[in-house]
């Protein structure tokens, strides 16, 4: 892909936080249908279409609900990463002309069905495959996380403390943000004191679950100008499967980030110091201190001090970071790369009302990395935007 061939050009979510009288389909509608509107461009132009996550057949689903017909289509599953890499795969495709307008679409009501009784708050990955032989000794989902932190605080010296101020600067900047779902005030003692989940890790360390949708809108150079917002460019990409089995990872400290971030910033032409904010995946405090360190923009076992030192807020730091409140704060409805990608471009277009970015010249932001994670450090795509 050519640096400007494609360029996102609609955003928006749908209904987010607690969503009670809807389902998912639902929600899948009403974000692209703001998307859309946000884009100027009406539905005819979309040719292509991506989503996962509903259904057995999610685009074919989703598509059908959304009453489009697409030519060309993507279903890749990797889990939170599954938008970051969807948003790649769409980028080549328009570069390459098999795209003219793709719709990456997202909804899921995972907190209503837990509390309608509909599924349970735990997702087994036991059933069958590699997973199937760590399952009976207690892996679950956080407690694969927590292992992996517990290793770098050992590794490294990285203090609890540490991964509870990504908790509370995520917090921090939630409160900036009105569509937050937890916006009150955070302290790293309320992080420590707070009832365990799988240690190292209190409730706080981990995101929330909520109900909500998300839709992205890309679209070739030709349609950038019938467009009504200022267009976000997609410079460059990486993407990176690393292992399955919890027992087949090399190294509990190094994320598939160190893989997708360095190939995202090369065929971007930019580094990471010339990045002006993060979006970065947050199921857990621990996701994104690894992930700043794996995308470069601090060493390796420096992630502790980098974080600890305020960088992470939108007021004041040097390199703000969910600046929405991340998973942690603000929604997680299940695979919320979708998210960052809406963020990241809100911030880019100077459309970030109360949380907006800016360069220490009062300038708006030029640079941006949304960086997505899936599975249990499984898989990882980043992309770097442009502000048109």
Known sequence: MGHRDAAIVGVALSSCGRVDDTGPYALHAEAARRALADSGLDRSVVDGLASAGTGLLAPVEVADHLGLRPTWVDSTSVGGSTWEVMAAHAADAIAA?????????????????????????????GGHGPAQFETPY???????????????MTEYGTTIEQLAEVAVQARENAA???????????????????PMVADPFTRPHCCLRSDGGAAVLLA?????????????????????????????WPDFTVSPAAVSGPLAFARAGVR?????????????????LVTLEDLGFCAKGEGGDFVAKGRLKVAGGALPVNTDGGGLSAQHPGMRGLFLLV???????????????RRPDGSPPQLAVASGTGGWFCSSGTVVLGRG
Not at 228 to 240: D, K, N
């Open 97 to 125: 002309g098999h795209a003219r307008a793709v719709l990456l679409v997202y909804g899921s009501t995972a907190r209503a069905d837990i509390r309608a009784g509909r599924r349970t708050g735990d997702l087994s990955f």
């Open 138 to 152: 207690g892996l679950t989902l956080v407690a694969r996380y927590a292992m992996a932190a517990r290793r770098h």
């Open 176 to 194: 900036l943000n009105p569509d937050a779902l937890f916006r009150s005030p955070l302290t790293v003692d309320d992080v420590l004191s707070a």
């Open 220 to 248: 070739s150079r030709e349609y950038v100008r019938d467009c009504r917002t200022r267009p976000v460019w997609i410079l460059g990409t990486g993407e990176h499967v690393s292992h399955s089995a919890l027992g087949s």
């Open 272 to 288: 990471p110091s010339d990045i002006d904010l993060a979006e970065i995946y947050d199921a857990f405090t621990y996701m994104t």
């Open 343 to 357: 963020e990241a471009v809100r911030q880019l277009r100077g459309e970030a009302e109360g949380r907006q970015v």
